[in-house]
């Protein structure tokens, strides 16, 4: 879609609004019809396409201003089949993570008075599993899991991650580390826990931070990110900017903490500790 409605005031923002007040729009846009959170897509030009930016969102079922199909870019083959494993315990060796090739594109500048026709288009690619799946999993494959059916801890199993020097740094059930991003609680805050949640929209700031907001990056939860984690994560997961990650689903071991003025913020030390299940479309052939 071409407009997304400004939740300051209920009007229409358009694709050429949004490229030229970003600061003004970020993160407080949703659907005009489905009111789902909504992100904006540069246009962008590889060797073989040429697409005009548009807004995309995870639209409600139904939704009729959906002109753009997203799909999670899994190798069901690696992910593993989740009704296989009922009970299964989980082992993740974060020395054992690798960065993933995400996307290459070139921005183009395009905007367009029509809503193009966008279709999902499944990537295969190696994500995660190591020697012994299922005992030993990514956090790619756990988030992938979680995406899939948010449930998927309610099945009782136990869970470690283990850093590099050995050192446990979760050990325990599931269910009792698992915090989705938009519903982080008091007592989730200043322990270790398995964050996951959909990014919606990311900004740098004047010391060259980078924040991965969930939505309105004033008030509701982000994941921070000082300059030289920035740069590891382009580097680590292959990526040409940090906008490839615009409505990707996130998951992150670390700790929350809330600001003064009452936001919540998560930290890690190593992006190591992060990973990302990104979404991808492409025009439909005429």
Partial sequence: MIYAKYIEDGTLCSTSDYSNEP??????????E???KTWYTKGFT???VERMACFAAHHKEGCNASTVLLSAEDNDSEEGNESELPSTDIRVDLDKSNGQSIYVSQDNDKHGEEDSDWTSSPQKKAIGGSNGYPLNKSLRQLLTHLCKNPDYAERGQSI???????????????KDYLVPINSIASN?????RIFWGTINNLNEDKNGRLWLNYGD???????????????DLLRNFKLKSVSELDGSDVIIVSHAGRSPNGKIIIKSSFTKYMSFRRYSAENIES
């Fill in 160 to 174: 470690t991650i283990v850093a590099d020097s050995g050192r446990k740094i979760i050990d325990g059930q599931l």
């Fill in 34 to 36: 489905c009111d789902k």
């Fill in 46 to 48: 590889t060797e073989k």
């Fill in 23 to 32: 600061e003004k729009y970020r993160g407080l846009i949703i659907c005009p």
């Fill in 188 to 192: 989730q805050l200043a322990e270790s």
């Fill in 217 to 231: 990056y004033r008030t509701e939860p982000s994941i921070l990110l000082d300059k030289n984690q920035k740069t």
